[in-house]
């Protein structure tokens, strides 16, 4: 069965300091990948997506993800974390068509100290 | 940027009565929107897809009576929760899906509506 594993629930970083949030999913075929952001009262904004090419991928606000085909990961890092970069982070996997149907992982939670 | 926009953002009712949920696709016609709910600390579970002039096509052990769904226009997509129940308290959140990102679809999601059902 598809599923997307974040291992990590809570994450701090200090301001300045490199992030790197742990993503892993299962899914027999080629997957669609995904990273949104949640926000308080914002929706969920995509980062980045992969479905082929380019296993490193970039994204907004300078975060980029490598995909590793035999690691079935798909890490999300950025090198200099900003206090506003504190939200809810959410790895998802498209199955399907086109990737048209998303399966999240649980999410992690960045938190930011200064 | 597509824009997706929900309302209400917060809705409280007794238990018993039916509430709707509106999700609007501001900048863009979407064919297909999605409905998921969210649990405090939790993913995002995917309740049912919603097509524009057909049925909606729900996931495995929602309940289709309990929780109905419009897709009348390109725009716009309504769940109702019909005969509420405390269990029904949660986060609901819509998406819409626009193609013209390219080969792989994007999904837009919209702020989300937090329910609570005394």
């Known amino acids: 069965a598809q599923s997307v594993t974040q291992p990590d629930i809570h994450i701090t970083v200090s301001e300045g300091a490199s992030l790197e949030l742990r993503c892993n999913y299962s899914?027999?075929?080629?997957?669609?990948l995904f990273w949104y952001v949640q926000s308080p009262g914002q929706g969920l904004q995509l980062l980045l997506k992969y479905f082929s090419g380019d296993t490193l991928v970039q994204g907004i606000k300078g975060f980029e993800a490598e995909f590793k085909r035999s690691q079935s990961s798909f890490n999300l890092r950025k090198p200099s974390v900003h206090w506003s970069d504190a939200a809810e982070y959410f790895c998802a996997v498209g199955v399907g068509q086109a990737g048209t149907a998303l399966i999240f992982g649980k999410g992690t939670t960045l938190s930011v100290s200064s | 940027g597509a824009v997706v926009s929900q309302h209400p953002s917060w809705v409280i009712c007794k238990s018993g009565t039916s509430v709707k949920i509106e999700c609007r696709s501001l900048?863009?016609?979407?064919?297909?929107m999605f409905w998921y709910r969210q649990f405090p600390k939790q993913s995002l579970m995917l309740m049912a897809t919603s097509n524009e002039g057909s049925k909606a096509t729900y996931e495995q052990g929602v309940e289709k009576d309990k929780f109905l769904i419009n897709h009348a226009s390109l725009t716009l997509s309504t769940l109702t929760v019909t005969s509420a129940h405390p269990e029904d308290s949660s986060f609901y959140i819509c998406?819409?899906?626009?193609?013209?990102?390219?080969?792989?679809?994007?999904?837009?999601f919209g702020p989300g509506t937090r329910l609570l059902v005394l």
């Open positions: 899914y027999g075929a080629t997957p669609y």
């Open positions: 998406s819409a899906r626009d193609f013209r990102g390219g080969l792989v679809e994007t999904q837009y």
């Open positions: 900048d863009f016609q979407a064919t297909t």
